[in-house]
């Protein structure tokens, strides 16, 4: 497959789990849909970065005794596990941030990456809750990567890193019904769900507005899908509310 510079992705904020655990569930979900992980890569305590084949990581599992400072740690498929832009598909995990990012290149078609998402988030919050999450689109053309512009409304991607800076994230995530932004699909806690805007409860709002859909997703959360020519109505108005994190 002709790989492209562009990826889909979409992130899970607060999920919490230990690696090993983590690392059996990711890599069932990716191969009971065809897409079987082979490398992983990630940082020993944020000092020295590492990147070997899932063989022989797992084969080395019973002597890797500081497994909870592995961070950083992505599994994935690749044709050349050292050149990121070979990447084809697979899933990040920082325990530190907790968050979690799937990705895929978008050569695999805008709606199997989708629907895949919406499998495996399904399948990854069986048993836990998480805070929310979102869909992006990554250029990976440029040095270090960026997300492509969706038009947000005051988004601010520093702003953002702050936020997530494991000194300050329980500081900005007291609050549950908080968002980075609003995007093409997002992740709702039921924080989210229960809050009200307009003196209305928050599936009544979109319903009234078609401001898109809610599907629940898991036992605790929610999949809002926004059609794009309303992102900048509904940004400004969660602006104004107050609850969006990762802007100026």
């Known amino acids: 497959m002709d790989l492209t510079h562009e990826k889909i992705c979409f992130a899970i904020d607060g999920y919490i789990n230990d690696i090993c655990p983590w690392l059996e569930k990711v890599t069932s979900i990716f191969s009971s849909k065809g897409y079987p992980l082979k490398s992983v890569s990630y940082d020993i305590n944020y000092e020295r970065f590492e990147r070997k084949s899932l063989k022989l990581f797992m084969e080395r599992l019973p002597q890797q005794n500081n497994i909870d400072k592995l961070f950083s740690f992505t599994v994935y498929y690749a044709d050349n596990q050292n050149l990121p832009a070979t990447w084809h598909c697979g899933v990040h995990y920082d325990m530190a941030t907790r968050e979690v990012c799937f990705f895929f290149d978008k050569s695999y078609g805008e709606n199997k990456i989708l629907d895949f998402f919406h499998y495996a988030i399904s399948q990854l919050l069986i048993d836990v809750k998480v805070d929310g999450g979102y869909l992006f689109y990554e250029d990976i053309s440029y040095i270090g990567g960026r997300h492509t512009t969706q038009n947000l409304y005051r988004e601010n991607g520093q702003k953002w890193w702050e936020v997530k800076n494991p000194r300050n994230r329980d500081i900005y995530f007291n609050l549950g019904n908080r968002y980075r932004h609003i995007y093409l699909q997002n992740i709702l806690s039921g924080d989210h769900y229960n809050d009200t805007i307009e003196r209305l409860p928050l599936s009544e709002w979109i319903s009234k507005y078609s ?38």
Do not use: A, H, M
């Open 211 to 248: 401001y898109g859909t809610l599907q629940k997703i898991s036992e605790k959360n929610w999949l809002w899908t926004i059609p794009r020519e309303e992102l900048y109505d509904i940004g400004i108005v969660f602006y104004n509310k107050g609850v969006l994190l990762g802007v100026d």
